[in-house]
């Protein structure tokens, strides 16, 4: 897997716990995460990966868009989408 070095350990250590307590579901969702995460930082490389998150902790942490977005009920209007 292509994850960021400071996402390895915490990934290795829900995969330990996952088998560990042997829930199929549990380890498939370990699995689905990692992969998600690992074909991000493949595709935006290891520093657009992390800038991805830098951006969407400050969003969440201040609760302000990022320039250029638009709400999901513009885009919803915008793509024919609305009622």
């Given amino acids: 897997m292509a994850l960021v070095p400071e996402e390895r350990a915490e ?3 829900q995969w330990c716990r996952a088998v560990e307590i ?3 579901v549990e380890v498939s969702r370990v699995l689905d995460s990692g992969r998600r995460r690992a074909v991000l930082a493949s595709q ?9 998150l830098e951006r969407a902790e400050r969003t969440l942490r ?5 320039a250029g977005a638009v ?5 919803k209007v915008e793509l024919g989408l609305s009622g």
């Fill in 62 to 66: 201040t609760g302000e868009s990022i």
């Fill in 22 to 24: 042997g829930d199929p």
């Fill in 71 to 75: 709400s999901w009920d513009d885009l």
């Fill in 11 to 13: 990934f290795e250590r």
């Fill in 44 to 52: 935006l490389g290891y520093d657009g990966y992390r800038r991805m």
